[in-house]
C-alpha cells in the first residue's frame, strides 16, 4: 500500500509540474510530508518515549487545527491508538481519499483531460483497495490487538483484495504464473569462448522454445556512444550467441531496445543507428515506435508497452552488468527500461513515475521467461562505469535464470553489494515479487567477480555518489552536463556549443575513476598445431561466420589478439609465425612472400578452406601477398598500420633498422632496450602483466630475434617488388590506420587504396600501433569484423 501512497504523491507532483505550478506542487508535498510524519507521530509513539518529537507534533496539530488544516474529529483521532484504532483510522482515511480522487477525476472529465482522468480513478481505485485492507485489519483483531481469526483465513481475505498484500500469491491464481520473486537456479557459466559459454548457460536454463515461435529479447546497448567503448552495452558477441541459439531450434528473433536521453542532444540516436553502428546483430525493434496502449493492474504512470515484447511467445530478458552512482548497479532487471515510458520522461522533477515502478509494471504485466546477464567482456565499474570506462573489467563470466529477480540477487552478492539499498530496482523488486533468495541456488561458480569496483568504493567516489542524485535532477540542465563522450562523425551534437562542451568535459574530469593499472582478459589458449613449416602454437576461439585468421606483427605474439578475438561473433584463429613467438625453429627465407607460404600451410594443417584475414605490422604484407597468389582461399583482407612500401614515411628507428642492418645487432646485444623502446612508442598505457610476459618471454629467445633479424633484411630486399602483387588484389581490403602511429604514417594506406580499387582506408583517431589490443573494440566496430 505505501508504494501505492508513493506513486500517488509523485504523479499529482508531476500533474501540478506539467500544468506549470511548481510552487503548489512543491507546497503541497511538503505539507504532506510534515502531515504524514505529524500523524505517525502522534498514532505511534508515547510521550515518555520521546517528549520532543511528541510536543512538535502537537504544536503542528494545533497550528493545523487553528487554521482550519486539520478538521477537529481528526484532531480528536491524532493521539497514541491501538493497532485496531489505527486501521479503524486509516480506513476512513482512505476511503474519503477514494471519493476525493473521483470527483476530481469528474472534474477532468469536464476540461476533457481523459489521462488525468483515468490516472484520477486509478488512485480512486487504489485507494478503494487500501480501505478494504484496514477493514479486514480491523474486524480481525480485537480491543487488545489480539487476532481473533485463524492467519490462513486472515491471508485469504486479504488476498481476495489483491495478491500483492500478501507475502507470496496462491499457487493456483495467476500471479504464481509470473516467474520473478519466486527463486530456483540460477545458472553461471564462464569461460574463454563466448559462444560456447553461452550456449552452456541457455542449454542449462532448460528454456523452451517451440518451432517457428517467435522470440523478443530485451537488450539494452542505446547507452553505448563510441565505437571504441561498448562497455555500457551488452556485447555483440554475446546477444548473436543467444540469437543463434534460439534461431536453432526454428525461432524468430527480435530485438528490442528504446531511445533515451541521448537522443535530445546528439543526432542517430535511434534503435536502429546505434545498433548499425556498433554492429549489433539480429531484427532490431525500437521500443518508442512499438508502444500500444495497455491497461496495468500495478502501478500508475504508464499506460502503453512495446507490442513486440507483450506480444511474444517467448520474452528474454538480456542485462549487462555496469556500476552506477545511484543505483550501485545495473543487472538484468534494468534491461527492461524502456519497454513502456521512455526511461528520460522517469527521471526529472516532473515526472509522473518513478523509474523503478515503469520497470517493474511491465515485468509484471509480461514477465520474461529467462533472464541473461551479460558479465562476459567490457564491465565498466567504479562511479560512473553506466557511462562507460577505457579500462573495463573482463570476467568471462553469463548468469541465465527463469527468475530476473534472483539472478540480480546472485550477481549482487558477486560483486559485493547489498540488494536491499535504497536506489537499487531490486530492492523494489523485493517489495513487488518477495524476496527469492531463501529459494535460490547456484549452479555454476559461486565466486566474487574480482576487481569489481562499486561506485562508493572509496571516500572521494563515496562523497559523488551520494550527491549524484540531486546533482543530476535539480541541477544537470535535464542531463545536458551529465554526458559521456560521443563519436561527433557518427552522432553529431544537435546544438554544437563549445561552451557546453567544455562544461562536460569538466564534469567528466571531476566523475572520473578509472583503475590505476590496466585490465584484460586472460590470454587466448592456445595449443600445438604440426604443419608443414614445424610446430605452430595456434589459438581458436568463437563460432560460426567465415573463419578470421590474425597475424601477427613484431615483436608480439599471437595474444595480441588477445583483447580483440572474445569480442567478435564468429571463429577467430591466431597463431604465432613459424619461427617467432613460441612457435618451433625454421630456417630459410623471412620476407613476406615465403611468410605467405607459411601461412598456407598453417591453413591446410587447420582445415580451413576459406578466410577473412587479419594482419598487423609485418603481417600485413604477407597477407596482401596470400589473397593475390591465392585468391580462391580468401573473402577478405583487413590490414592495420604496417610497411607497405619501401619509399613511405616511417620513424626514424624504423628507417635505421632497414637500411644499416641495425637490427640484427641491436636484437642481439640490446633486446630489453629493444623491446621496452616498442612498448612505449607503440601504446598508450601499459600492457597486462600476463600480456607483457607472453611478449617479453618469446622476444628473449634467442632463435626469435635472430630471426626477426633475418627478417628485417629480406623484408627491406622485397619492398620494391611488392607494389606489382598488390595490383592482383581483387577481394575487399579494410585499411585500419593508427592516427597516432608513431613507425608507419597513414601514407601507406592512402597508398594502397590509391592502386587497389577495392581498398578502403579508416583512420581511428588518437589510436597507437598496437590499437587492436588497446582500442579492440572500436577496431572490431571500424573494420566490421
Given amino acids: 500500500a505505501w508504494r501505492d501512497e508513493q506513486a500517488h504523491a509523485l504523479w499529482v507532483r508531476g500533474a501540478h509540474m506539467k500544468w506549470n505550478e511548481a510552487a503548489s506542487a512543491v507546497a503541497a508535498e511538503t505539507r504532506g510530508r510534515i502531515g504524514g510524519w505529524m500523524s505517525s507521530e502522534q498514532h505511534n509513539v508515547r510521550w515518555r518515549d520521546a517528549p520532543v518529537g511528541r510536543a512538535v507534533a502537537e504544536a503542528i496539530a494545533l497550528l493545523g487545527n487553528v487554521t482550519g488544516s486539520v478538521p477537529a474529529a481528526v484532531k480528536r483521532s491524532l493521539r497514541w491508538s491501538t493497532f485496531v484504532e489505527i486501521c479503524a483510522f486509516n480506513h476512513g482515511a482512505e476511503t474519503t481519499a477514494a471519493m476525493a480522487w473521483r470527483?476530481?477525476?469528474e472534474l477532468a472529465a469536464l476540461v476533457d483531460d481523459e489521462n488525468s482522468r483515468r490516472g484520477f480513478l486509478r488512485m480512486a481505485e487504489d485507494e478503494d483497495r487500501h480501505a478494504r485492507v484496514f477493514a479486514i485489519l480491523r474486524d480481525a483483531f480485537d480491543g487488545h490487538d489480539r487476532l481473533q481469526i485463524a492467519t490462513p483465513d486472515l491471508r485469504a481475505r486479504l488476498h481476495k483484495v489483491g495478491q500483492r498484500f500478501v507475502a507470496l500469491p496462491d499457487t493456483h491464481g495467476a500471479a504464481w504464473k509470473n516467474p520473478l520473486g519466486k527463486g530456483g537456479t540460477v545458472i553461471v557459466r564462464d569461460g574463454n569462448e563466448a559462444a560456447a559459454v553461452v550456449n552452456a548457460a541457455l542449454d542449462a536454463s532448460r528454456l523452451a522454445i517451440a518451432p517457428g515461435a517467435t522470440i523478443a529479447i530485451k537488450a539494452t546497448f542505446m547507452l553505448v556512444t563510441r565505437g571504441g567503448d561498448l562497455s555500457?552495452?551488452?556485447?555483440?558477441?554475446?546477444?548473436?550467441?543467444?540469437?543463434?541459439?534460439?534461431?536453432?531450434?526454428?525461432?524468430?528473433?527480435?530485438?528490442?531496445?528504446?531511445?533515451?536521453?541521448?537522443?535530445?542532444?546528439?543526432?542517430?540516436?535511434?534503435?536502429?543507428?546505434?545498433?548499425?553502428?556498433?554492429?549489433?546483430?539480429?531484427?532490431?525493434?525500437?521500443?518508442?515506435?512499438?508502444?500500444?496502449?495497455?491497461?496495468?493492474?500495478?502501478?500508475?504512470?504508464?499506460?502503453?508497452?512495446?507490442?513486440?515484447?507483450?506480444?511474444?511467445?517467448?520474452?528474454?530478458?538480456?542485462?549487462?552488468?555496469?556500476?552506477?552512482?545511484?543505483?550501485?548497479?545495473?543487472?538484468?532487471?534494468?534491461?527492461?527500461?524502456?519497454?513502456?515510458?521512455?526511461?528520460?520522461?522517469?527521471?526529472?522533477?516532473?515526472?509522473?513515475?518513478?523509474?523503478?515502478?515503469?520497470?517493474?509494471?511491465?515485468?509484471?504485466?509480461?514477465?520474461?521467461?529467462?533472464?541473461?546477464?551479460?558479465?562476459?567482456?567490457?564491465?565498466?565499474?567504479?562511479?560512473?562505469g553506466v557511462l562507460g570506462h577505457d579500462r573495463p573489467l573482463q570476467p568471462r563470466r553469463i548468469y541465465a535464470a527463469t527468475d530476473a529477480v534472483a539472478l540480480d540477487a546472485i550477481a549482487c552478492r558477486h560483486i559485493g553489494a547489498e540488494p536491499n539499498r535504497g536506489g537499487m530496482l531490486l530492492d523494489t523488486a523485493f517489495d513487488w515479487f518477495g524476496d527469492p533468495r531463501a529459494q535460490t541456488v547456484v549452479d555454476g561458480p559461486g565466486t566474487p567477480i574480482e576487481g569489481f569496483r562499486l561506485p562508493d568504493h572509496s571516500t572521494r567516489t563515496a562523497l559523488l555518489s551520494a550527491l549524484a542524485l540531486p546533482a543530476f535532477t535539480f541541477a544537470s540542465g535535464r542531463g545536458a552536463l551529465f554526458l559521456p563522450r560521443f563519436d561527433d562523425d557518427a552522432f553529431p551534437p544537435l546544438r554544437p556549443s563549445k561552451l557546453l562542451a567544455a562544461a562536460r568535459a569538466v564534469i567528466r574530469k571531476i566523475v572520473a575513476d578509472e583503475p590505476d593499472a590496466p585490465r584484460s582478459a586472460s590470454p587466448l589458449p592456445t595449443t600445438m598445431l604440426a604443419t608443414r613449416a614445424g610446430a605452430v602454437r595456434i589459438a581458436r576461439v568463437g563460432q560460426g561466420g567465415t573463419p578470421l585468421v590474425c597475424l601477427h606483427g613484431y615483436p608480439e605474439t599471437l595474444q595480441i589478439w588477445s583483447a580483440l578475438a572474445p569480442r567478435l561473433a564468429r571463429e577467430v584463429i591466431a597463431f604465432d609465425w613459424p619461427g617467432l613467438g613460441y612457435s618451433s625453429p625454421v630456417v630459410g627465407a623471412a620476407h613476406p612472400y615465403a611468410l605467405a607460404d607459411h601461412l598456407l600451410a598453417v591453413l591446410d594443417a587447420a582445415g580451413l578452406a576459406r578466410v577473412d584475414l587479419l594482419a598487423a605490422d609485418m603481417g600485413a604484407p604477407a597477407a596482401l601477398v596470400f589473397a593475390a597468389r591465392h585468391p580462391e582461399r580468401v573473402d577478405r583482407v583487413t590490414c592495420t598500420s604496417a610497411l607497405l612500401f619501401g619509399d613511405a614515411a616511417t620513424s626514424i628507428e624504423i628507417s635505421v633498422m632497414r637500411k644499416t642492418g641495425f637490427a640484427?645487432?641491436?636484437?642481439?646485444?640490446?633486446?630489453?632496450?629493444?623491446?621496452?623502446?616498442?612498448?612505449?612508442?607503440?601504446?598508450?598505457?601499459?600492457?597486462?602483466?600476463?600480456?607483457?610476459?607472453?611478449?617479453?618471454?618469446?622476444?628473449?629467445?634467442?632463435?626469435?630475434?635472430?630471426?626477426?633479424?633475418?627478417?628485417?633484411?629480406?623484408?627491406?630486399r622485397t619492398l620494391p617488388d611488392l607494389p606489382e602483387t598488390y595490383w592482383k588484389l581483387r577481394c575487399p581490403v579494410q585499411l585500419l590506420w593508427a592516427e597516432d602511429d608513431h613507425h608507419f604514417a597513414v601514407e601507406h594506406a592512402e597508398r594502397l587504396a590509391a592502386i587497389v580499387p577495392t581498398a578502403r582506408v579508416h583512420v581511428i583517431p588518437g589510436a597507437k600501433h598496437w590499437m587492436m589490443f588497446e582500442r579492440a573494440a572500436e577496431c572490431a566496430v571500424a573494420g566490421q569484423l
Avoid at 363 to 369: I, K, V
Wanted: with cysteine; hydrophobic share 45%.
Fill in 103 to 105: 470527483r476530481m477525476a
Fill in 232 to 384: 555500457p552495452g551488452v556485447s555483440p558477441t554475446v546477444l548473436a550467441a543467444i540469437i543463434a541459439w534460439c534461431e536453432q531450434r526454428g525461432a524468430r528473433v527480435q530485438v528490442i531496445d528504446a531511445r533515451n536521453l541521448y537522443d535530445r542532444f546528439h543526432e542517430h540516436r535511434d534503435v536502429r543507428s546505434v545498433a548499425q553502428r556498433i554492429g549489433m546483430p539480429g531484427e532490431i525493434v525500437d521500443a518508442q515506435d512499438d508502444q500500444v496502449p495497455h491497461v496495468y493492474t500495478r502501478g500508475l504512470g504508464v499506460e502503453t508497452i512495446s507490442r513486440t515484447w507483450r506480444d511474444a511467445d517467448v520474452r528474454i530478458l538480456v542485462g549487462k552488468l555496469r556500476s552506477h552512482p545511484t543505483s550501485t548497479a545495473l543487472l538484468a532487471l534494468e534491461a527492461a527500461e524502456g519497454l513502456g515510458a521512455r526511461h528520460d520522461d522517469l527521471l526529472f522533477l516532473e515526472r509522473r513515475a518513478e523509474r523503478e515502478t515503469a520497470v517493474l509494471m511491465a515485468l509484471d504485466a509480461a514477465p520474461p521467461h529467462l533472464a541473461v546477464l551479460d558479465a562476459w567482456s567490457d564491465v565498466p565499474d567504479g562511479l560512473m
Fill in 664 to 716: 640484427r645487432a641491436a636484437f642481439g646485444r640490446v633486446p630489453k632496450l629493444v623491446y621496452a623502446r616498442c612498448k612505449q612508442s607503440m601504446l598508450e598505457h601499459e600492457l597486462p602483466a600476463a600480456i607483457d610476459d607472453d611478449f617479453s618471454a618469446a622476444f628473449a629467445r634467442t632463435h626469435v630475434r635472430e630471426r626477426l633479424g633475418w627478417m628485417c633484411v629480406d623484408y627491406e
